[in-house]
T-cell receptor, first 114, second 114 residues
Framework: GENVEQHPSTLSVQEGDSAVIKCTYS??????FPWYKQELGKRPQLIID?????GEKKDQRIAVTLNKTAKHFSLHITETQPEDSAVYFC?????????????FGQGTILTVHP | EAGVTQFPSHSVIEKGQTVTLRCDPI?????LYWYRRVMGKEIKFLLH????????ESGMPNNRFLAERTGGTYSTLKVQPAELEDSGVYFC????????????FGNGTRLTVT
């Protein structure tokens, strides 16, 4: 089955700096890669996703890149703010009718210091 | 629209007891998923309902876990008898019945087995 590795497990940055979280996956059939943000005590929320026919996607301060050949994808957050502090999860899935069956990474605890 | 709701938010039970978790998906969402996060590790897929039918239960740990979705609305996940390793956060998620429909998670139920 699919295996997703996520690094780093913890990341501490100063407000205004950039943060990068990286994930690798094992199943070349995976073609849907979402990122979820979970604030303390709250639900995981989808912040951005990318499908395998796209190499990069950006939404304001958040961007995701995908390298299908190398089987890795990354989340980039620019101009970090304290409210970006949360646990971030990457995930991989087959898409299509199996869109909701995802394999998650272990999570990255991001702390943004004011 | 109301989000995915889960009940209870917390449950503390003794080893050997039974616990039933409930999930109410977003109205109109045919797809319902159960996930679990154990001890700060990755979020793992348990099973997937399409309406009242189990589409995929490949992630269910063992036969102490029973999920139902009678009538295709809310779902329950029963653990009987509970073991120490069942402790974790159980998430429910739902999505619409169309390709590329994203997952919406609930806040989760934190289960502690002592």
């Amino acid at each position: 089955g699919e295996n997703v590795e996520q690094h780093p497990s913890t990341l501490s940055v100063q407000e205004g700096d950039s943060a990068v979280i990286k994930c690798t996956y094992s199943d070349s059939a995976s073609n849907y890669f979402p990122w979820y943000k979970q604030e303390l005590g709250k639900r995981p929320q989808l912040i951005i996703d990318i499908r395998s026919n796209v190499g990069e996607k950006k939404d304001q301060r958040i961007a995701v890149t995908l390298n299908k050949t190398a089987k890795h994808f990354s989340l980039h957050i620019t101009e970090t703010q304290p409210e970006d502090s949360a646990v971030y999860f990457c995930a991989a899935g087959l898409g299509g009718t199996s869109y909701g069956k995802l394999t998650f990474g272990q999570g990255t605890i991001l702390t943004v210091h004011p | 629209e109301a989000g995915v709701t889960q009940f209870p938010s917390h449950s503390v039970i003794e080893k050997g007891q039974t616990v039933t978790l409930r999930c109410d998906p977003i109205s109109g969402h045919d797809n319902l998923y159960w996930y679990r996060r154990v001890m700060g590790k990755e979020i793992k897929f348990l099973l997937h309902f399409v309406k009242e039918s189990k589409q995929d239960e490949s992630g269910m740990p063992n036969n102490r876990f029973l999920a139902e979705r009678t009538g295709g609305t809310y779902s329950t996940l029963k653990v009987q008898p509970a073991e120490l390793e069942d402790s974790g956060v159980y998430f429910c998620a739902s999505s619409q019945a169309r390709i590329n429909s994203p997952l919406h998670f609930g806040n989760g139920t934190r289960l502690t087995v002592t």
